[in-house]
């Protein structure tokens, strides 16, 4: 006889284990839905339907089913939007916030994410020894930016001292961001020294996320190998096909500049951002259309760096619908899409022999407005064990 568990009641005493997940609307690798489906799910991985009796089965008639979602654009370890602000936090306190924002992202459904600078291997360490369920964190572990431009040497020497470090990326700011008020398309660095980083990254087996918003840079990093470009503002017609061409993938980070905007004219943020944020707003959607047209394939990064931006990750699948982008895209750059760019290829679809990362949710998620509501995720699964129930 098997446990049932409904949404809603309190998990069986015999979870975890393996289990068959009945009535659920799932999620195919086109990121549309298949029709009422039951899923087993064996030691950890999706399996195929047999004759074997699950321990107990998740009733999830009515409710939607799909892979665990990947944010391959966040920065775990920041909580404050000002550099300074983050300096001074003390090391209990980082851990202490750390650990909570990435507990509430893995309730929102991100069950695996890439760091893109500040979270090192010794506070993974520290976050380990806590005994809490967290998504699976890559590191690139610092930003190279403009401090770092003093010539190819030193690129090389610190693309060496990264990989020391436990960088798994190697994340290189080659343009001004949102803070960066007319220097959006200004290179931080030579041609010759980002050709060099590059390389150095390459010899050492590590791929390179760049952060670019457009201009000669972000072409550079595309001819020199980049496997990810992140924001990607003003992207042309050009850089798309380059990229389609490459193979890069475009990670447009939508949301967040919604969200600056919003709250530097709040005034929470400073006012001066207001403009940076307020062109990028009113950008973004041309250069996303550009990547759909030339059939760059998309990944789903949201960039949070403050507190209530950790659990509010699927924001960003919602952002990337309202400007264009199909509900079916945007789910595969969010499930699919960010796994294969973080080489996790046996995750990040519904398919047998896949690790079972699943999440649960009571209403369609190809709805902004259901992936912004965090309540309507039910359910939230790490290799078939339920790690957020409600």
Known sequence: MSAVWRPG???????????????????????????????????????????????WVIDARGLWLTPGFVDVHTHVAWHEFDPVDRAMLPPAALLQRTGEGLQRTLRAGITGVRDAGGFGLELGRALSTLGEPLPTVTRSVAILGAGDARGERHLRGRVGELAEA?????????????????????????????????????????????????GDALTWALEFGARSIEHAVFLSASQAKLAASTGAVVVPTVWIYRDVLALATAGVLPGQLVGPAGLAVAAHPAAVAECLNAGVCLAMGTDAGMDHQHGANLHEVAAMIDIGVPPSTALVAATRGGAALLGHHDRGTVAPGQ????????????????????????????????????
């Open 166 to 214: 436990g960088a798994q990326w190697i994340k290189v700011a080659a343009t001004g961001g949102v803070g960066a008020a007319g220097r959006h398309f200004e290179p931080v660095f030579t041609r010759g020294e980002l050709r060099a980083l590059t390389g150095a990254a390459e010899r050492a087996g590590l791929p390179v996320m760049v952060h670019a918003w457009g």
């Open 9 to 55: 009641f309190a998990v069986p005493d015999t979870a975890p284990g393996d289990l068959v997940i009945t009535g659920a609307n799932v999620l195919l690798p086109d990121g549309t839905f298949g029709g009422v489906a039951a899923v087993e799910v064996k030691d950890g991985r999706f399996g195929s339907l047999d004759t074997h009796v699950a321990p």
């Open 355 to 390: 690790v079972a990362d699943f999440v649960l949710f009571d209403r369609d998620p190809s709805l902004p407005g259901v992936l912004r509501d965090r309540g309507a995720v039910v359910a939230v699964a790490l290799a078939g064990r339920l790690v957020h129930a409600r």
